[in-house]
């Protein structure tokens, strides 16, 4: 008798994305934690540390357009597991480059050198990670589960803090920071090996059933992109017909904004428990956890109700909206912190911040709605490009912030209000929400 009930392949694709974004930001993680203790042994001051922590960035967005063209023309198996590779053995290699500090060159900066260039060629490496779970997620995924499967893999961010923060401060501190990231390069080589296992296309994966792939189709799921090659070829004509599209701009500017949250809580929230609350290194990483715990719940919930509120009829506009100016209402609470002084009040306080931040934080789930056929990979590049500028101008403004005015008062208000200027991206300059065609953008229609 034929199988009628549809399998659930899709969320085992799901928990590997959610698994190996989760190391990707893991990666991020670390340096914030241990700069703790290498800004000692390097000597830097906090304009240093701001470049160092934005380094990785820098070759994230420039590498952005390339990987998602390359995502859309060679597969997401293929690029996404070479790079979970690369990243892995540069992880390991930061690491071995702490060993140049008190060596006879270590007056002219090359450990600080060598760590930079490293984290460029990271940066330059997990360039493809996030649009490739765009990727995945428009492919295995119909529309009422995708605000869901975008929410959880985005939240990868929060719980990636959860895992590292405590993990990584309580090595650095027993072990020192050098191991961390070696035990990250394990870690990394390890889920490759689980990718190339479990990724398929979705009619070709061995696990999966006709139910499920009619129900993904049926569900608005496309599901011949999940690792073939498709998309028009790359040109400057393209992303600028992207780019210049009103409801995408809005959602660039809004991931701009969302992303400054973003790297604020990634880089600077562990110093700022440091040299503000006075925590030790592991106690700092351990009370990174609450609010991380909550950001991850705020993310997985939003992804919830933003698709419950189309199951229930509700247009995708509003579903998607809804959420993003909600959260980022409750994340603009992080100011007040500028407020009290309790240690409890101000942890509160950023767990209700990272919360509404997990919460708002649809823009991948917007993108799988938004993006034209065949061009999902090079949309979700630009997209993530246009949001991880923040990654380079967030470290390195707060740096100046912090070494100009002695604390981080300044710095709590423009992460404050840059969480106002998301709500105005999405509410006054995006408009309804929907897909778009090569046909919308002047082009002609891909062929599969």
């Excluded at 590292?164 to 990231?181: E, I, R």
């Excluded at 470290?395 to 070494?403: H, S, T």
């Amino acid at each position: 008798m034929p199988e009628t009930r549809p399998t659930k392949v899709r969320f085992l694709i799901l928990a590997a994305l959610f698994a190996i974004s989760s190391f990707s930001y893991g990666d991020r993680v670390v340096l914030s934690i241990t700069s703790i203790a290498f800004t000692r042994d390097l000597h830097l001051n906090a304009i240093q540390l701001g470049y160092l922590l934005s380094g990785f960035s820098w070759a994230y967005v420039v590498a952005q357009l390339p990987s998602g063209y390359m995502l859309d023309r060679f597969g997401t198996k293929r690029i996404y597991g070479t790079a979970i590779i690369l990243w892995s053995l540069l992880a390991a290699a930061v690491g071995f480059a702490g060993y140049l500090h008190g060596t006879i060159i270590a007056n002219l900066g090359t450990a600080f050198v060598a760590i930079f260039g490293l984290r460029l060629l990271s940066g330059l490496v997990q360039a493809p990670v996030f649009p490739g779970n765009g990727r995945v997620v428009a492919a295995w995924f119909p529309s009422t589960e995708r605000g869901m499967a975008s929410a959880i893999f985005n939240s990868s961010q929060y719980f990636s803090v959860v895992i590292f923060g405590p993990l990584m401060g309580w090595v650095a501190s027993a072990y020192g920071w050098k191991q961390c990231f070696w035990l990250l390069g394990l870690i990394g080589l390890a889920l490759a090996a689980f990718w190339f296992r479990i990724i398929y296309d979705v009619k070709a994966h061995p696990g999966v059933n006709a139910a499920e792939i009619e129900k993904i189709e049926q569900g608005g799921g496309l599901c011949l992109i999940g690792t073939q090659s498709a998309g028009p070829r790359l040109t400057w004509d393209i992303v600028f017909r992207l780019f210049g599209t009103r409801m995408l701009f809005g959602i660039y500017l809004g991931q701009y904004c969302i992303v400054t949250l973003t790297w604020f809580f990634l880089s600077w929230f562990p110093i700022y428990l440091h040299q503000v609350l006075h925590m030790s290194l592991p106690k700092a990483g351990l009370a990174s956890a609450l609010p991380a715990f909550c950001g991850f719940a705020g993310g997985v919930l939003g992804g919830i109700t933003s698709d419950r509120l189309i199951a229930a009829g509700k247009s995708v506009t509003l579903a998607r909206k809804l959420p993003i100016v909600l959260g980022m209402t409750c994340a603009m609470s992080i100011m007040l912190c500028n407020l009290v002084t309790s240690t409890t009040v101000v942890i509160a306080l950023m767990s209700i911040a990272f919360f509404g931040k997990g919460f708002g934080a649809l823009g991948w789930t917007v993108i799988s709605d938004t993006s034209p056929k065949g061009m999902v990979g090079l949309n979700g590049g630009l997209f993530n490009l246009c949001g991880n500028i923040a990654g380079i101008t967030t470290p390195i403004f707060i740096g100046y912030l912090v070494q100009r005015t002695g604390n981080f008062r300044i710095a709590l208000m423009f992460v404050g209000i840059t969480a106002l200027m998301a709500i105005i991206s999405y509410v006054v300059i995006t408009g309804p929400i929907r897909r778009l065609t090569p046909e919308d953008l002047g082009l002609a229609a891909p062929t599969q």
